[in-house]
């Protein structure tokens, strides 16, 4: 069974910065695309940067210009470097896998709180 562990978040000022990790367990996987996802309170998880195993990416209009998606494929790792973050930012972040635009893995991880507050 595939895992997920992510890590990197905490609570910063609007404006600030943080650099979000994602090990995952696997290397069976390292040739799908990695994505980040975030869940707000009361919102449905969302699809915010993803990048495919030659490192082409993708990102919401949201973040676009203040997050950067990266990987790692030797350690099947993924990472989120989040800057001038704003309030709206605020949620758990998770990363997983993607087929055909979905995520392929069903169990997430425990996923990595940001939270942006003055």
């Known amino acids: 069974q595939v895992k997920f562990v992510e890590s990197g978040g905490g609570l910063v000022q609007p404006g600030g910065s943080l650099r979000l990790s994602c090990a995952s367990s696997t290397s069976n996987f390292r040739r799908y695309p990695m994505g980040w996802y975030r869940q707000a309170p009361g919102n449905q998880r969302e699809l915010v940067a993803d990048?495919?195993?030659?490192?082409?990416?993708n990102y919401a209009d949201s973040i676009k210009g203040r997050f950067t998606i990266s990987r790692d494929n030797a350690k099947n790792a993924v990472y989120l470097q989040m800057n001038n973050l704003k309030l709206e930012d605020t949620a758990v972040y998770y990363c997983n896998y993607i087929l055909a635009g979905r995520p392929l893995v069903v169990s997430w991880g425990q996923g990595t709180q940001v939270t942006v507050s003055s």
């Open positions: 990048i495919t195993s030659g490192n082409s990416t």
